[in-house]
Nanobody
């Protein structure tokens, strides 16, 4: 029921920062929890971060905790991923997703994925 469009990826040196954005269509954006995932070549897609519909709760993968921050602006139908202290192992295609937030994590909506944006971190 929503379309998602990611942007903000690019090439950055290790230690640098990027901010990814995901703009969603639909009038019920605030009813969806949102998540960020990433996929590197030859690897499965992995969870990065999630945020509840209201923005009151967040959840992070241990590999990015303390470096990445997820946020959302429901008035703009947009979710963000601020990525600081980037490492080469963060290189991947990053996807946003609309799903469901639980106390133990995030359940992605299988039909609600963006097209992805490439993040490349050089050493």
């Amino acid at each position: 029921q929503v379309r998602l469009v990611e942007s903000g990826g690019g090439l950055v040196q290790a230690g640098g920062s990027l901010r990814l954005s995901c703009v969603a269509s639909g009038r019920t954006f605030s009813s969806y929890a949102m998540g960020w995932f990433r996929q590197a070549p030859g690897k499965e897609r992995e969870f990065v971060a999630a945020i509840s519909g209201s923005g009151g709760s967040t959840y992070y993968a241990g590999s990015v905790r303390g470096r990445f921050t997820i946020s959302r602006d429901n008035a703009k139908n947009t979710v963000y991923l601020q990525m600081n202290s980037l490492k080469p192992e963060d290189t991947a295609v990053y996807y946003c997703n609309a799903g469901t937030y639980y106390s133990g994590g995030y359940s992605p909506g299988k039909d609600y994925w963006g097209q992805g944006t490439q993040v490349t971190v050089s050493s």
